[in-house]
């Protein structure tokens, strides 16, 4: 019976042993014609630190994911945040209990921030898209936060592209096609241009050799001596 009980938990929990750490967070910046939207008051009045549902004057932020964990607020950093503990996320604008603004993020597991002018329609972002290895490290802009590290700045300069239609293919809400397109992706530094790698003795030392190593068809840096 105990080892029945035992396999049993194993096969429950397993899905949660497969999910990323609370640690990847979304954070979370919304506006509507210039002006922010605090949110963040919704935390003054309760004491518990994850809410499904917040609102504020004429608004209402809510969770509706398949499996929602809600959003918090972390002072130090000034912005409210989803922890990303699966890789399907849906959050729902409502602007006057008329106008609704929907967005899928879909793929999300690191720590981002994300800012949202609101517009009434569904939008849809796959942020880690099957390109992170060519863009997503050196090239995706980074966001300055409190208290936090290395949080990728994945906010649209246009949200329309990203606007769900049937005539778009999947690739079409791919950040990495689209912010191509918009020019946000940066220059990717390689390690013999990187001032933190620079030292003589390696340079001197240390020749750079481009191929594909890993026959995944991609060019590869290789050092040889």
């Known amino acids: 019976m105990k080892a029945l009980l035992q396999i049993l938990f194993i096969l429950t929990a397993a899905p949660c042993f497969a999910q990323p750490t609370g640690h990847q967070k979304l954070f979370l910046e919304i506006s509507d014609k210039g002006d922010t939207l605090h949110f963040e008051n919704s935390f003054n009045n309760t004491a518990t630190n994850r809410l499904l549902k917040l609102d504020c004057p004429s608004y209402q932020l809510t969770d509706i994911s398949t499996r929602p964990d809600g959003f918090g607020f972390y002072p130090p950093t000034g912005f409210i945040h989803k922890t990303l503990m699966t890789d399907d996320h849906?959050?729902?604008?409502?602007?006057?209990?008329?106008?609704?603004?929907?967005?899928?993020?879909?793929?999300?597991?690191?720590?981002?921030?994300?800012?949202?002018?609101?517009?009434?329609?569904?939008?849809?972002?796959?942020?880690?898209?099957?390109?992170?290895?060519?863009?997503?490290?050196?090239?995706?802009p980074f966001k300055e936060l409190k208290a936090q590290s290395t949080v990728y700045d994945i906010t649209p300069r246009d949200w329309s592209v990203f606007q769900v239609n049937s005539s778009k293919s999947q690739y079409d809400y791919f950040i990495s096609t689209q912010f191509e397109k918009q020019q946000l992706l940066v220059k990717p530094v390689i390690p013999e241009d990187d001032p933190n790698f620079r030292n003589p003795r390696r340079i001197n030392n240390l020749r750079t050799e481009v191929a594909d190593y890993n026959f995944d068809g991609q060019k590869d840096y290789g050092n040889i001596k």
């Not at 602007?95 to 929907?102: E, S």
């Open 90 to 140: 849906r959050i729902q604008i409502v602007k006057n209990k008329t106008d609704t603004m929907d967005i899928e993020i879909l793929n999300a597991f690191r720590v981002y921030f994300l800012s949202i002018a609101f517009q009434k329609g569904h939008f849809r972002l796959y942020v880690n898209d099957g390109k992170e290895h060519q863009w997503l490290v050196n090239t995706l």
